[in-house]
């Protein structure tokens, strides 16, 4: 099996390196109507997703303990449209004019306590090198020589990550040690991320004290914490989902091409059709790796014509389950660079 993925990893690797096409083709290729911003559109997916986290919070106040579960997933599944309207406005899909994209994304990533222009800087550089060995920002892998500087305790704690399917907490690390230190951003940009972090500590210095004043520790952990886990199990496994899996290569500078590692380097990958809905359909994620100007509600027109065009260079699309995961944690645990993935035990057997 490692073999067969290796071979294929080998030739993809040869195609990105060779290939001729470029992203301007396919964008090129693509409907007008797909980077069209429409203002009803846009406020209609804000205003379903203030609605929906309302309604899971009245059915978090109302619930019996046993419901409390389908309260928490509902509500922290509707958190999680929260942060794409965000996405949109990081991305200046959502309006015309970059303050109300500031506005709106900051008002609706402050609940998350994700600070906007600091998500927005760092995630567009995702996108300019998706899939690019040390360069990839988001979801990237760990070549085996990586592993093997660190120290014991490091290397214990990510093997029991990837073997006790721990990818779901994976984005609160991501979270916490990328987007509060402006010094980790260039000067130009420290000014943006300082407000943003402001912004966000603001809310959680007000909110976060009156929730527990009122309704006590436990109904911090009931409203806001745990809706909060369930958006941070749908950021890891969309995070993770969208590019990972055992035949889809991350290449070297030299051996990158673009316009493949969008198309065949980005998954989609079908949830049940409630997520899709209050998540608004963030993961038809090929198009929005094509070009970020498309907004979230145009996702789907451009991925019909993505797949009407460039079908041959798309990976093979998949289901959300847990067998999904377990495949991917189980055979994506370290890179070789121009081989592809191993598993720690054939890691071991190698040393």
Known sequence: MTTTINSQINNISTDFGNSQLKLKHIIKSLPKECFQKNRRKAWTQAILSLFMAGLGYFFLAISPWFLLPLA????GTALTGFFVIGHDCGHRSFAKRRWVNDLVGHFFMMPLIYPFHSWRIKHNYHHKHTNKLDEDNAWHPIRPEVFQSWDKTRQSAFVLFMEKRLWWVGSIGHWAVVHFDARKFQPKD?????????VVLLF??????????????????KFWFIPWMVYHFWMSTFTIVHHTTADVPFTTADKWNEALAQLFGTIHCDYPRWVEILCHDINVHVPHHISTAIPSYNLRLAYSSIKENWSSYLHDECEFSWSLMKKITDECQLYTTDVGYQTFTEHYAEQ
């Open 190 to 198: 420290q000014s943006s991320v300082k407000l943003s972090v402001t």
């Open 72 to 75: 928490w997933i509902f509500t």
């Open 204 to 221: 959680a210095a007000i909110v976060f004290p009156t929730l527990i004043a009122t309704t006590g520790i436990w109904g911090f952990i």
